[in-house]
């Protein structure tokens, strides 16, 4: 071994991303907010969801639920604001809570306090020039629509929806002017409850409801594209999907062929968002799984009014194999097979950064429409530490995630893609949608509360912190790789 000490090349800087590239980071109301009784705010589906997706509904609010306090967003939104514009934050995606506007779901006229907590968030991040990015549900059915219509499998909840696009649009369109219909709009197939307020448990749900919920809302954000359109503010409205490239397990045809299906059913969402039609694999598969479903004239008809961007989450890719016996890994929302050639994190999650170029540059294939990365990140156990007497996390692998998935994004617009920004999931540490916990961090900034619900919510900058606003101020030439 040579003795002499290796100097390391200076690191050549990367490519600035355009001037217009938004960068920020993304929550969601029943992840954050907490007080999920105050100001006249009704229950939502998470507030009987303490355990997460994989558990039944409980009867009513726990005191196990971490969600119901959360991390107090709704008291502590101008400190995290204030914290996301020290980092530079030029885009800001927050959910409102729908059950909060309508404390039930079906009531004639929205609640006014509900309405004023936005009012106050977009005060905030307007004073630090933030453009907010709205979804407009994300998981948080008002919990009445769920108990009493079982969600979306009824078409009364286009109608209820259509109250409360309107209310938004007429109240926020003048400052909001970019919105997503339905968070991970594709999960619906997987988590109906979470996704879609479905209360019949997925093993009793029949295909023909299950599509005919996830048609619902298919109408449902196609009319909110058209009312938004029809409002003359420049409103721009996007689909929000789950993107996940599928990988064939083997060169075998019979695997590549297993991939086409599992794509088609993912993709099948955001092909109607951007085409306006049901593609020919959808109506086949309906045909031959005897899947029945009421489609009118004028559902046809809304369904033509389609959306300006397409945004999506990005945690993983998965394998498919067409051998039964290929196990199922663990992953966000849509199972798929272990990839033998990635790492993955503490939950399972597989880390595949190139996953990301690839599903860019696909989408941008498939349909011409500007993308929006509005999910993406590492959920990590962190442990707070000090540093020069100051508390933090020296998250490390966290930079790693974010840095390595930012170069490919990088490529896939060299690659010609068009990217309108980029929000990282959770950069203020929330519980989570999948397993309720606090303990899978994500955040740029560590909150004090643990999953026993101890804790005293205060806020600490991580090392992550200081780098993203590095990424932000350099317009990512301070990426490596
Ligand atoms: C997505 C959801 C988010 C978020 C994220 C991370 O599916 O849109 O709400 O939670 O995944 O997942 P988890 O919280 O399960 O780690």
Redo the contacts with the bound molecule.
């Keep these: 071994m040579s003795t002499e000490t290796a100097v390391a090349p200076a690191a050549t800087p990367r490519p600035r991303f355009p001037e217009s590239f938004l960068w920020g980071g993304a929550t ?1 109301a029943n ?1 954050v907010e907490g007080a999920y009784d105050v100001d006249g705010k009704g229950l939502s589906i998470q507030d009987v969801m303490p355990r ?2 994989f558990a039944a509904p409980t009867d009513g609010p726990t005191p196990d639920n971490l969600k119901l306090e959360a991390i107090d967003f709704y008291h502590r939104y101008a400190q995290d604001i204030a914290l996301f514009a020290e980092m530079g934050f030029s885009v800001f995606r927050f959910s409102i809570a729908w059950s909060r506007i309508f404390p039930n779901g079906d009531e004639e006229e929205p609640n006014e306090a509900g309405l004023a907590f936005y009012d106050r968030v977009l005060d905030e991040l307007e004073r630090y020039g933030i453009t907010p990015l709205v979804t407009i549900s ?2 948080e059915t008002p919990l009445h629509l769920a108990r009493a219509y079982d969600g979306w499998v009824s078409r009364e909840l286009i109608g209820f929806y259509e109250r409360y696009v309107r209310v938004l649009f007429a109240r926020y369109g003048h400052r909001v002017k970019h919105w997503l219909t339905f ?2 709009i594709n ?1 619906v197939l997987h988590v109906p409850l979470m996704s879609g307020g479905i209360m019949t448990p997925r093993e009793e749900l029949s295909p023909t409801a299950l599509y005919q919920a996830a048609h619902h809302e298919l109408v449902a954000s196609a009319l909110a594209t058209k009312i938004a359109h029809e409002t003359g503010l420049g409103l721009q409205v996007g689909c929000m999907v ?1 993107a996940m490239p599928i990988y064939p397990l083997t060169p075998d045809p019979a695997d590549v062929l297993a991939v086409m299906h599992a794509d088609h059913a993912n993709l099948m969402f955001s092909d109607v968002h951007t085409r306006g039609v049901y593609p020919g694999y959808a109506l086949r598969h309906f045909r031959e799984h005897g899947i029945e479903l009421d489609i009118t004239d004028e559902d046809r008809e809304l369904l033509r009014h389609t959306v300006d961007f397409v945004s999506f ?1 990005y ?1 993983m890719s998965q394998c498919e194999s067409a051998d039964p016996a290929a196990a199922p890994g663990p992953g ?2 849509i199972g798929g097979t272990t990839n033998p050639h990635l790492p993955a994190s503490e ?1 399972g ?1 597989q880390i595949d950064p190139v996953g990301l170029r690839i599903v860019l540059n696909q989408f941008w294939d498939r349909w011409g429409k500007p993308l929006f990365i509005v ?1 993406n ?1 590492l ?1 990590a156990k962190d442990e707070l530490v000090e540093v020069d007497g100051v508390p933090t996390v020296v998250d490390d692998y966290r930079i790693a995630y974010l840095n390595d998935h930012l170069v490919q994004v990088a490529e896939a617009i060299q690659d010609g893609v068009q990217v309108l920004g980029y929000t990282t ?2 950069p203020i540490d ?6 309720a916990q606090l303990s ?1 961090r ?1 955040g740029f900034i560590y909150v004090d509360r643990h999953d026993d619900g101890s804790g005293t919510l205060t806020r600490y900058r991580k090392k992550s912190f200081g780098w993203y606003a590095d990424v932000i101020a350099t317009r990512g030439a301070s990426l490596r790789g």
């Design positions: 969601a992840q997460g997706i994300h998981y968070n991970e999960s789950i989450s945690y966000n929302l939950w999650w999910e990140g959920g999931w959770g929330l519980v989570s949608a999948s397993t899978k994500y």
